[in-house]
């Protein structure tokens, strides 16, 4: 293993999206051939629901390990003119929509979602559904929230209008890690938050953790999975630490480039974390995922209608996910678009009565057929090549890029179906690089993308 790490560690999109966002083509956007492919989908799909990403990017104190777009500040004051914002966004969106918007699935991201007042949140929920409440059987709300500042009145409010799905930033509880990545959270304060949670009836909670962050070792690792299996949460993501600073600028040169576990000894982290979680039930899930097996996200992933999009793993396939707030990226299946990435600018072109995004993509027949494949291998580890496909050479070329992950026995090709072998799961994304038309076409890779493993 330690041999195929140091072949395949190599940087690659974690396939979000694909085309992936350095290859989108049109910056700035056209706004009309954006919201013609929101119609596009609308006729297409014939069904009028949506998942809504709502970006809140606010945080008290900056993280250094973080590649989120954010905004660090103490000053309050500014939720209610983002709030405000947002809703004016949503308005100009339904303006252009032919169709009344059934919302399936909303999701609460930053940034730190609980940086915000539990009122201003609500007001926000309330505007968007027009309503004071939802039904937690038709509508899936969740959000993320940082432990050190989730209120019992942020849980409490955002139960009342139906939320059941919470997500706890905690990394590791390393003091050291800790330390060097400038997020302090002892333990007793997401035990706080996680009970509570349960009690009140929110029946899916997250944990998530990241592997591969500076300083951390083996017994990090071991302790972190540890007391997070005291909790029990029904989910936890286990993601790879993104280090990407000429990216993020020096928001991620917190520590020295000598106090990040490297290749072998950065998997072996994620080995043993994952050992643990499935000793005790947990299922692993597409990349980087663990769920319980009562779970709706195992149950999806059994039942193969997983679906991945800008907000992670989802058993909500609409099709069209909007996003909206600062930097919030939307996908209406045919196309791609991104909001203003400065709060300041998102929330001056909004309040001039345009819809704020600033760059994206119009897939091409193309772009289309290799973004299903992907999602395939994303959610469920195979995939079939179209045999009725007007690009049949395009798929000999596929096959051919996977000819040293083949030999290598990460990836089996039978017919036009290709599968992940078990081997082959840490190196999914290797494997949807073969499938990749713009990476293939480009030589400069290593300032574009986190290493793979």
Known sequence: MKKIIEKYNVPGPRYTSYPTVPFWKHNPLDLNDWTQSISRNHSHFKTDELSLYIHLPYCESLCTFCGCHKRITKNHAVEGPYIDAVIK??????????????????????????????????????????????????????????????????LEKLYNFGFRRLSLGIQDYSQTVQMAINRIQPFENVKTVHELAKSMGYNSISHDLVFGLPKQRMADIEDTVQKTLLLRPDRISLYSYAHVPWIKGNGQ????????????????????????????????????????????????FKAKNLHRNFMG??????????????????????GFAQNEKVTEKYIEVVNSGTIPVFRGHILNDVDLEIRKYILDLMCHFETTLDEHSEHQALHEEIVNRLSEMIKDKLVVVDGNKITVTEEGIA????????????????????????KTV
């Open 427 to 450: 190196f999914v994304r290797n494997c949807c690089m073969a499938f990749d038309q713009d990476l293939a076409n480009t030589q400069q890779r290593d300032n574009m993308f986190s």
């Open 313 to 334: 793993y989802t058993t909500q396939n609409t099709n069209f996910l909007l996003g909206l707030g600062m930097s919030a990226i939307s996908d209406s299946w045919f």
């Open 89 to 154: 966004e949503w308005e100009l969106y339904r303006k252009h929509f032919d169709f009344e918007p059934v919302i399936k699935e909303l999701h609460f991201g930053g940034g730190t979602p609980t940086f915000f007042a539990p009122d201003q949140l609500v007001r926000l929920l309330q505007a968007i559904f027009g309503k004071d409440s939802v039904d937690p059987r038709i509508t899936e709300l969740g959000f993320e929230a940082h432990p050190n500042n989730t209120t019992e009145e942020h």
């Open 253 to 300: 040169r917190g520590f020295d480039e000598s106090d990040l576990p490297q290749d072998n000894e950065k998997r072996a982290l994620y080995e043993r974390a994952k050992e643990s979680l499935e000793t005790e039930g947990y299922i692993e899930i597409g990349m980087d995922h663990f769920a319980l097996p009562h779970d709706s996200l195992a149950k999806a």
